[in-house]
């Protein structure tokens, strides 16, 4: 059985996947702590966010199998709330500066 801090984990993924317009999941075993930093303050700064969190609870919150696949490895959530693109302009901006991310899936 999950834990009571794990069931509200999902809960937080699933409110926030509710409201965003669109998600990426990207794996970002290649930054640093600086780059991550940076990548966070594009994100913000077009009415998104960055997300990290356990993959199984991704996997739970989003109840699809289809999604295991790109669930492996050190991933995060970028999540567009503004509009559909915003954020992700910044991520691909971010991925073409710094090389060091893998976007493996989008959601609309």
């Known amino acids: 059985m999950p834990s009571q801090y794990n069931q509200q984990q999902v809960e937080v993924i699933k409110d926030k996947l509710a409201q965003a317009k669109s998600v990426a999941i990207v794996d970002y075993s290649g930054t640093t702590a600086n780059d991550q930093v940076k990548l966070r ?7 998104g966010e960055v997300f990290v ?3 199984t609870l991704i996997n739970l919150a989003v109840g699809e199998t ?3 696949d ?3 490895g050190m991933n995060a959530l970028v999540l567009s ?5 915003s954020a992700l302009k910044k991520l691909f901006e971010f991925k073409d500066e710094e090389d060091k991310l893998e976007v ?5």
Not at 41 to 47: L, P, S, T, W, Y
Request: glycine share 4%; hydrophobic share 40%.
């Open 41 to 47: 303050a594009m994100i913000k700064e077009a009415q």
């Open 53 to 55: 969190t356990k993959n």
């Open 66 to 68: 289809s999604l295991q």
């Open 70 to 72: 790109s669930l492996t």
């Open 81 to 85: 709330y503004q509009d559909a693109v």
């Open 104 to 108: 493996k899936q989008g959601i609309m």
